[in-house]
């Protein structure tokens, strides 16, 4: 795949744009003022008042010196329509406030292409559909541009009726500074099945599970949790950042030759074939819809499962350990 950077990108396209920015969390937050730092015209579009009481969103787009407004206002007066709410909220949110003001010469923008590609959001023929997708959290991102650099990013296309859709999509990284780092072109399913099953598979589901088996299996042949901890989760940073600076041989050649040859003899003996049979189920389930299904029926129930892995995993030891080992890493303030 060929990666862009700034010198492929003409951001002027942008210069007569409103950019309404829907949702002012991590990414709407990161995202909004990046883009207004280089010069692009930005709104926030919010609710007010959220669950009875006042949003704190709304109030933090105020303090940042945004022009904040209600989400139907916002999409009515934007060109494009950026759209960084939770995905499980974003299809009723379009339905109620949004698409009565989806009209030909509108872009509707993503940063994940879950609603688009499960068809929980089916955009009108006539306007221009785009996704612009950071391979990072919103904080990074923002850390990253005020640094003078930016994160590697994904644009994709869904509809293009102006002509002009693959243009502004690549604008808006450059205005980010994505292009600074690199910017992969994609389509909408490729982001979505490939960024559902990294979540479940690796980043987050499966690097958890490891690190709490790990702990478990310490803590069970009686060694204290404190080493547990510190083997199976600490040093996991250590690890993962010689990884992303140098790649697996690199973090190879750093560790000791014991640990690359246990490295090399044991690890696939754990995570082997049953292991990516596995994985393979969880892009099928993800690639047909079943997951999708499942996590918005969760949604619609109140999210119980969730709320209850919340609550079981605040209790595991792993966590009780971990919050005191933490401890020991915030800097002391010398007493005089």
């Known amino acids: 795949m060929r990666i862009l950077h700034d010198e492929d990108v003409d951001e002027s396209i942008l210069s007569d744009k409103i950019i309404a920015v829907i949702g002012y969390g991590a990414q709407g937050n990161?995202?909004?003022?990046?883009?207004?730092?280089?010069?692009?015209?930005?709104?926030?579009?919010?609710?007010?008042?959220?669950?009875g009481k006042?949003?704190?969103?709304?109030?933090?787009?105020?303090?940042?010196g945004f022009e904040v407004m209600p989400i139907d206002k916002?999409?009515?007066?934007?060109?494009?329509?950026?759209i960084l709410l939770p995905d499980e909220v974003?299809?009723?949110v379009y339905?109620?406030?949004?698409?009565q003001q989806m009209k030909a010469g509108k872009t509707l923008s993503f940063s994940h292409g879950f609603n688009i590609c499960f068809k929980r959001i089916v955009p009108p023929a006539e306007v221009d559909v785009i996704m612009v997708a950071p391979k990072a959290p919103g904080t990074e991102e923002r850390r990253a541009y005020l640094e003078g650099f930016g994160v590697p990013g994904l644009v994709a296309v869904k509809q293009n009726p102006s002509g002009n859709a693959r243009e502004v999509a690549l604008a808006m990284t450059k205005a980010m500074h994505w292009t600074k780092a690199g910017i992969l072109e994609c389509t909408f399913e490729e982001e979505t099945y490939e960024d559902l099953f990294g979540e479940q598979c690796v980043l987050c589901g499966g690097l958890v599970e490891l690190m709490k088996n790990g702990f478990e299996v310490l803590v069970e042949a009686g060694y204290p949790p404190e080493m547990a901890y510190f083997e199976c989760v600490?040093?996991?940073k250590l690890i993962v950042d010689l990884i992303w600076q140098g790649g697996i041989k690199r973090m190879a050649e750093v560790i000791s030759n014991t640990a690359e040859y246990g490295m090399w003899a044991v690890g696939h003996k754990i995570i082997g074939p049953d292991v990516k049979g596995k994985m393979k189920e969880?892009?099928?389930?993800v690639e047909n819809g079943e997951f999708a299904n499942e996590w918005v029926e969760e949604y619609k129930k109140g999210i119980p499962?969730?709320?209850?892995s919340r609550e079981k995993i605040g209790k595991h030891e792993i966590e009780t350990v971990g919050e005191e080992i933490r401890k020991l890493f915030v800097k002391r303030k010398s007493v005089l």
Do not use: Y
């Open 305 to 308: 499962f969730l709320k209850a």
């Open 54 to 64: 006042p949003n704190p969103s709304w109030k933090r787009a105020q303090e940042d």
């Open 30 to 51: 990161a995202q909004a003022n990046c883009l207004r730092d280089s010069g692009v015209n930005v709104i926030i579009g919010e609710t007010e008042i959220l669950g």
């Open 282 to 285: 969880a892009l099928r389930r």
């Open 74 to 82: 916002a999409a009515e007066k934007g060109d494009i329509l950026h």
């Open 95 to 99: 339905e109620r406030l949004i698409k």
């Open 234 to 236: 600490h040093e996991m």
């Open 90 to 92: 974003q299809a009723e």
